[in-house]
């Protein structure tokens, strides 16, 4: 699932804003090409509104123009599903997309926070880029403890808020509020590319670093897989000797049992034989006394 925000205000500056497109684009190239299925959510649903600037800057990135121009690619983010419609039981991974306006409805908004823990407690990847690591801040597991807790994550940095200016207009950012909240905050240099991997919480710095983000997410994915597949082979082939020593010990059982019914069979027949013979000689003890007896009248 990939998420993106629902805001287009750049706080009270009159800018307009909203996901960045290439922490959109570039990601949904990666996850393509591997061949992951994709749902496209925003807080709000229905059109989730690109940051105009972000397009602007992208006029030379392939990719970006062919998303943002793209018929089918430019519906998936024009028909986005409200994330209170949901169901996280159904993904196995969502991303945070970035861009400034994710700062105003991500980190207080309840869905968003509930996905991000149901993904993440039923062991599905949690990711997310840029701005984007702002709809983490709040997040608490089912234990109770918060998801970025003592684990490494990457946003946007201070020194790049500088760069663009646009630090006076949020309450906080990205890696003042992510430090204060105990998560290991960790950054390359400004503008540079740059990915945190905390098992199943992947994070990137900035829109240089969303291709490389998505491009650990799918790793995580493809290795959960493939350590599943391990997991579920061997459970079948363990299951297989375990029903082979069952059959087999039930056929030993069985011709054990067989021998031992025909053994008793052979001595039940052994004694009934004898009981017959003793009988007939008693019989014939007898007969034969009665016609003595009789022959000395």
């Keep these: 699932m990939i998420v993106c925000?629902?805001?287009?205000?750049?706080?009270?500056?009159?800018?307009q804003t909203g996901w960045y497109l290439s922490e959109v684009a570039h990601p949904y190239e990666v996850f393509k090409k591997a061949s992951i299925e994709m749902v496209f959510a925003s807080p709000k649903g229905g059109v989730a509104p690109v940051d105009e600037g972000s397009v602007a800057a992208s006029k030379e990135d392939a990719l970006c123009m062919s998303f943002i121009e793209g018929e089918d690619t430019k519906a998936l983010v024009d028909n986005t599903v409200?994330?209170?419609?949901?169901?996280?039981?159904?993904?196995?991974?969502?991303?945070?997309?970035?861009?400034?306006?994710?700062?105003?409805?991500?980190?207080?908004?309840?869905?968003?926070?509930?996905?991000?823990?149901?993904?993440?407690?039923?062991?599905?990847v949690v990711s997310a880029v840029c701005h984007g690591p702002c709809a983490l801040v709040n997040v608490k597991l089912g234990d109770g403890s918060l998801l970025v807790?003592?684990?490494?994550?990457?946003?946007?940095?201070?020194?790049?808020?500088?760069?663009?200016?646009?630090?006076?207009?949020?309450?906080w950012t990205c890696e003042?509020?992510?430090?204060?909240?105990?998560?290991?905050?960790?950054?390359?240099?400004?503008?540079?590319?740059?990915?945190?991997?905390?098992?199943r919480l992947i994070t990137g710095q900035n829109p240089q670093s969303a291709?490389?983000?998505?491009?650990?997410?799918?790793?995580?994915m493809m290795d959960k897989a493939a350590k599943d597949k391990a997991a579920k082979d061997k459970a079948a082939k363990d299951k297989a000797v375990k029903d082979k020593a069952a059959k087999d010990k039930a056929a030993k059982d069985k011709v054990a049992k067989?021998?031992?019914?025909?053994?008793?069979?052979?001595?039940?027949?052994?004694?009934?034989?004898?009981?017959?013979?003793?009988?007939?000689?008693?019989?014939?003890?007898?007969?034969?006394?009665?016609?003595?007896?009789?022959?000395?009248?």
């Design 149 to 171: 807790k003592d684990k490494e994550v990457a946003a946007f940095t201070n020194e790049e808020e500088d760069e663009v200016k646009c630090r006076e207009f949020m309450k």
């Design 82 to 124: 409200a994330l209170k419609d949901i169901d996280a039981s159904e993904f196995d991974g969502v991303f945070y997309a970035g861009g400034f306006g994710t700062m105003w409805d991500f980190p207080e908004d309840p869905d968003v926070q509930r996905i991000a823990r149901q993904v993440y407690d039923q062991g599905g």
């Design 176 to 199: 003042d509020k992510l430090t204060e909240i105990g998560a290991k905050y960790t950054k390359g240099g400004v503008w540079a590319t740059h990915v945190a991997v905390a098992d």
């Design 258 to 297: 067989d021998n031992a019914d025909k053994d008793k069979a052979d001595k039940d027949k052994a004694d009934k034989d004898k009981e017959d013979k003793d009988k007939a000689a008693e019989d014939k003890a007898a007969k034969d006394k009665a016609a003595k007896d009789k022959a000395k009248e």
């Design 211 to 220: 291709g490389p983000t998505a491009e650990a997410v799918v790793k995580n």
């Design 5 to 15: 925000t629902s805001h287009d205000k750049l706080g009270d500056s009159g800018k």
